[in-house]
T-cell receptor, first 119, second 109 residues
Framework: GAVVSQHPSWVICKSGTSVKIECRSL??????MFWYRQFPKQSLMLMAT?????????EQGVEKDKFLINHASLTLSTLTVTSAHPEDSSFYIC???????????????FGEGSWLTVV | GEDVEQSLFLSVREGDSSVINCTYT??????LYWYKQEPGAGLQLLTY?????DMKQDQRLTVLLNKKDKHLSLRIADTQTGDSAIYFC?????????FGAGTTVTVRA
């Protein structure tokens, strides 16, 4: 099946620095990818929709300048957490849909997620 | 709070059946999903059901859908220790998934 890869899986950064997380679709093209955030023992919350070649669409309450999303190619979307603070520590996970495949319900693929710890 | 609602905890004895319930809100959702998340790991798609179906069975998993009541359930037969995890139901709209809070299933010997 299709694979979505995230990198890094784990990252620790100092408060005030920026960190970039990559989401790649390995064997299909994804014009749209989605970024979710999960706090410990909580559900996943959609942060933004990443659109190839255009600006991301952010969900209400998500700071655009804080969480920069770039979708420069059909197989790569990046999430940059700028000026990270401890409250940004979370599990970030992306998903992508293979739009070339007819929608059968099983066309959304998740990455393995990235654990961010800001110290 | 989340639009999709689930009970938070379920404890089940090994070998028994587990039933996890979920209510969703968007009657136009085309598919409804069940995901499993083990500690420290990402999401694993367990199964999904098309909105015009009432039931779907996949080995030990049975999904029941009551579209009128917007109620979805997941039954795990012969629950094993490896089934201990958090289970999320999710509905989809415009390819965006809305997740429930997750049900933590604990399997006891």
């Amino acid at each position: 099946g299709a694979v979505v890869s995230q990198h890094p899986s784990w990252v620790i950064c100092k408060s005030g620095t920026s960190v970039k997380i990559e989401c790649r679709s390995l064997d299909f093209q994804a014009t749209t990818m989605f970024w979710y955030r999960q706090f410990p023992k909580q559900s996943l919350m959609l942060m933004a929709t990443s659109n190839e070649g255009s600006k991301a669409t952010y969900e209400q309450g998500v700071e655009k300048d804080k969480f920069l999303i770039n979708h420069a190619s059909l197989t790569l979307s990046t999430l940059t957490v700028t000026s990270a603070h401890p409250e940004d520590s979370s599990f970030y996970i992306c998903s992508a849909r293979d739009f070339k495949v007819a929608d059968s319900g099983n066309t959304i693929y998740f990455g393995e997620g990235s654990w961010l710890t800001v110290v | 709070g989340e639009d999709v609602e689930q009970s938070l905890f379920l404890s089940v004895r090994e070998g028994d059946s587990s039933v996890i319930n979920c209510t969703y809100t968007d009657s136009s959702s085309t598919y409804l999903y069940w995901y499993k998340q083990e500690p420290g790991a990402g999401l694993q798609l367990l199964t999904y059901i098309f909105s015009n179906m009432d039931m779907k069975q996949d080995q030990r998993l049975t999904v029941l859908l009551n579209k009128k009541d917007k109620h979805l359930s997941l039954r795990i037969a012969d629950t094993q220790t490896g089934d201990s995890a958090i289970y999320f139901c999710a509905e989809i709209k415009d390819y965006k998934l809305s997740f429930g809070a997750g049900t933590t299933v604990t399997v006891r010997a």
